[in-house]
């Protein structure tokens, strides 16, 4: 079956070189914020994307980005090969996700990932007041993210391809990490991108601007509606198909 149309695999869009990279994932969840704070990376690190996760468990859709038509789930880096962003804008089939982030975890391997760091939210009901980040990672990592700042979090559950990944990560031989922070899930809220990105600068050193987030609030928060709106409905629509194929 392999090269068959309907077999998950990473598409190359162009030759690059990746040098042992940190790995960022942002992905539908709580409030938007990973897709939002990767989106963000992604324009201030210039990131060009470089290939795309060819899938049927993938909505067959197009996302207007930059002027441009792209698949839904998008793979970028930088010139030195060092920073990659996954992204996808589309929910994933619930029965896909193993078979997804088993792929992605292969390719990973092949361009010896240092670690994999997926951005998620921490849902809450109005705008938060506690504003910080934590960390989910194993014994280790998390007494070095600690000394960089960011604290771990009691506990967690991390769902969809983001804890699909994670859970990869647990049976390879790649650290995976999380940074969760609380984010609105009934109102815009997009102090929780800006909280990520300085988190991501104190433990990468990236010293990714911030000022754009601090500024340009109202126009952030007309994205996030607008992603909000798009993901209640496709939300709906992937709760409607679970529910068929347990019944």
Same mark, same amino acid.
């Given at each position: 079956?392999?090269?068959?149309?309907?077999?998950?695999?990473?598409?190359?869009?162009?030759?690059?070189?990746?040098?042992?990279?940190?790995?960022?994932?942002?992905?539908?969840?709580?409030?938007?914020?990973?897709?939002?704070?990767?989106?963000?990376?992604?324009?201030?690190?210039?990131?060009?994307?470089?290939?795309?996760?060819?899938?049927?468990?993938?909505?067959?859709?197009?996302?207007?980005?930059?002027?441009?038509?792209?698949?839904?789930?998008?793979?970028?880096?930088?010139?030195?090969?060092?920073?990659?962003?996954?992204?996808?804008?589309?929910?994933?089939?619930?029965?896909?996700?193993?078979?997804?982030?088993?792929?992605?975890?292969?390719?990973?391997?092949?361009?010896?990932?240092?670690?994999?760091?997926?951005?998620?939210?921490?849902?809450?009901?109005?705008?938060?007041?506690?504003?910080?980040?934590?960390?989910?990672?194993?014994?280790?990592?998390?007494?070095?993210?600690?000394?960089?700042? /960011?604290? *771990? +979090?009691?506990?967690?559950?991390?769902?969809? &391809? =983001?804890?699909?990944? @994670?859970?990869?990560?647990?049976? %390879?031989?790649?650290?995976?990490?999380?940074?969760?922070?609380?984010?609105?899930?009934?109102?815009?809220?997009?102090?929780?991108?800006?909280?990520? /990105?300085? *988190? +991501?600068?104190?433990?990468?050193?990236?010293? &990714? =601007?911030?000022?754009? @987030?601090?500024?340009?609030?109202? %126009?952030?928060?007309?994205?996030?509606?607008?992603?909000?709106?798009?993901?209640?409905?496709?939300?709906?629509?992937?709760?409607?198909?679970?529910?068929?194929?347990?019944?």
């Amino acid at each position: 079956m392999s090269g068959h149309l309907f077999d998950t695999k990473v598409v190359d869009l162009v030759k690059s070189t990746l040098n042992k990279p940190i790995i960022f994932g942002g992905f539908v969840g709580p409030g938007l914020v990973g897709l939002v704070t990767v989106g963000y990376m992604i324009e201030k690190l210039n990131l060009r994307e470089i290939a795309h996760v060819r899938s049927q468990h993938i909505p067959p859709v197009v996302v207007f980005v930059g002027a441009k038509l792209r698949h839904p789930f998008r793979i970028y880096s930088d010139d030195s090969g060092k920073i990659v962003a996954l992204t996808c804008e589309m929910p994933i089939d619930i029965e896909g996700l193993y078979e997804i982030s088993y792929t992605l975890l292969d390719w990973a391997e092949q361009v010896h990932a240092s670690e994999i760091v997926i951005l998620d939210g921490v849902p809450v009901n109005g705008i938060p007041e506690d504003r910080q980040a934590w960390s989910v990672a194993d014994e280790s990592r998390i007494a070095e993210l600690e000394k960089k700042g /960011v604290s *771990a +979090i009691q506990s967690a559950m991390i769902s969809g &391809i =983001g804890g699909s990944i @994670l859970n990869q990560c647990l049976s %390879r031989r790649i650290s995976g990490v999380s940074l969760l922070t609380p984010v609105s899930v009934d109102l815009p809220d997009p102090g929780a991108p800006l909280v990520l /990105v300085k *988190a +991501i600068n104190q433990i990468y050193n990236l010293n &990714i =601007g911030t000022a754009e @987030l601090e500024e340009n609030v109202q %126009r952030i928060n007309a994205r996030l509606n607008e992603l909000a709106q798009q993901y209640s409905k496709l939300s709906d629509q992937s709760a409607d198909k679970e529910k068929q194929l347990y019944s």
